[in-house]
């Protein structure tokens, strides 16, 4: 099953999984109405691997069985790898037109990092690399979906986990023997839940080094979503049933957000990557910077959502007549410059592609791409910013599709047409904008890339603490060595 199509995906999907949606169990996530239409549009994911056109383009022959697997497991030996990979996640961008966030190939390629770094995983208990190694083939030849979750309850962030009043709220190992190791608490944030094969869960920081107490909370793993005592609540459906004129985004794209709950779940030893190690926990992001490799996968997606909202942007100025106007087509260029700019980073990356120490293949380069972390936030945000401020009132103004084709079907066309559209799709058009940025799917989509990355101050403090100021300062002293002394003389002098 080393490429799975559309219907083997959601074959998959019906296998006893503990899904909770508004207060009951989901019995199949593939029928339920608030879910199928998001499983839907994954299984047309799947498919695109056997679309004619496209077989070559999104799979490599695995070197262990000789079928073809996706390329989002492709270890990366040459520029020419990663630019292939890229490939791959464009189609697969393109066909969500940026908007879902976490298709199979994201986690796919941090598996896949994960296994280039696995001699750092192995470094106390060599079992463990050999575990990475194993799973990452496992998971390539069974085409698997997996969600990932990493975060702790908010219970109290002023606090360390193990300082909370009860021991089990973040995941802790509540013991181990010859079997695996039993676990117990919940974890967050379980995007893409319902629909996906396997959950993995890295070892998480901060633990603090020197507290005996915190190795209850330093483990990482990867068990299939159905298995006993693993159970998920997810947030409430976007999708509410509705006409996909009027929620074009949100009744096709919903890929759910949900918490995952351990109940003294099993995780068997062939499954655990890190165990107690805190002192892998806690240099990972640095030791195994998996998000290197992870980032382009992302970039590729930024790059399609961005692609999309320049034609919405685009598409509303000349529908209502506005693209005459100088600061109008000035915010129409500053949306084409982020996207460009995405574009430029990634290329910068991918041009400064090398290998690194303890990691086999080649890395992207990691400052375009620190960069696009820490900047992508606020450089979305103002693209949603620039959207409602070209449609203004008018994304509030938007009859649904019974509305269009009710009695006062001559009145709407008259009064909602725009200066080149039918009123019918001028208002499709609008509410499309308004739900890719204002209703609840399109306000996640607005908080899920603000902390996608993490807290973006936390990334930008650790960035202070890390960069080479070498040459920065270099700079200044040579020039102080060299103008230093008569720039005071000079200074005497006027006095």
């Known amino acids: 099953m080393a490429l799975r199509n559309g219907k083997q995906y959601l074959e998959g999907l019906r296998d006893g999984r503990e899904i909770w949606l508004d207060g009951k169990r989901v019995e199949d996530v593939t029928t339920h109405p608030k879910l199928r239409r998001m499983a839907q549009t994954q299984a047309a994911l799947y498919d695109l691997q056997h679309e004619p056109g496209l077989q070559g383009k999104m799979s490599f022959t695995s070197p262990s069985s000789g079928e073809p697997v996706s390329l989002s497991y492709l270890i990366p030996e040459s520029q020419d790898d990663l630019l292939r990979r890229k490939q791959a996640f464009e189609i697969t961008a393109n066909a969500a037109h940026g908007i879902l966030g976490r298709t199979p190939d994201y986690v796919n390629v941090i598996v896949t990092a994960m296994r280039q770094m696995a001699d750092l995983y192995g470094r106390e208990d060599p079992r463990f690399a050999e575990n990475i190694i194993s799973y990452y083939e496992y998971v390539r030849e069974n085409d698997l979906c997996l969600t990932h979750t990493f975060g702790h309850p908010q219970v109290n962030r002023s606090l360390a986990v193990a300082e909370l009043p009860d021991p089990y709220v973040a995941v802790g190992i509540v013991s181990h023997s010859n079997e695996g190791v039993v676990v117990r608490g ?110 382009q996968q992302v970039a590729v997606k930024n790059i399609a959502k961005l692609e999309f909202m320049l034609g919405l942007v685009h598409m509303i100025a000349e529908g209502i007549g506005i693209t005459r106007f100088d600061h109008i087509r000035e915010k129409i260029s500053e949306v084409i410059d982020t996207l460009e700019m995405v574009r430029s980073l990634l290329r ?90 204002g209703t609840q799917f399109g306000s996640r989509q607005t908080l899920y890339e603000r902390y996608f990355n993490g807290d973006v101050v936390q990334l930008r403090q650790r960035r202070f603490a890390s960069y080479d100021y070498t040459r920065a300062r270099a700079s200044v002293q040579g020039f102080l060595a060299k103008h230093g002394k008569s720039t005071k003389m000079a200074s005497a002098g006027d006095d």
């Not at 794209?253 to 949900?258: G, H, P, Y």
């Open 186 to 295: 919940a974890k967050l944030l379980a995007t893409l839940a319902p629909f996906s094969d396997e959950i993995y869960s890295p070892v998480y920081r901060p633990l603090r080094p020197d507290a005996e107490e915190d190795k209850k909370y330093c483990i990482g793993f990867s068990i299939p979503v159905n298995t006993p005592g693993l159970k998920f609540i997810c947030r409430e459906s976007y999708d509410t049933g509705n006409s996909l004129y009027d929620y074009p985004l949100s009744g096709q794209f919903d890929e759910m957000d949900a918490l995952a709950i351990f109940d003294d779940v099993l995780i068997p030893w062939e499954r655990v990557f890190a165990f107690q190690d805190i002192e892998l926990a806690n240099l990972a992001l640095q030791r195994a910077p998996l998000w290197r490799q992870y980032m």
């Open 348 to 437: 910068a990356a991918e041009a400064d592609a090398a290998p690194i120490e303890g990691g086999i293949g080649l890395w992207p380069a990691p400052e375009p791409l620190n960069v696009m972390r820490h900047w992508w936030p606020d450089a979305y945000q103002r693209v949603t910013q620039i959207i409602q401020q070209l449609a203004a009132g008018g994304l509030m103004l938007t009859p649904t599709e019974h509305d269009v084709s009710g009695p006062l079907a001559e009145q709407i066309g008259k009064f909602y047409q725009g200066a080149d559209l039918e009123a019918r799709d001028r208002i499709q058009l609008f509410r499309l904008a308004w739900d890719m940025i």
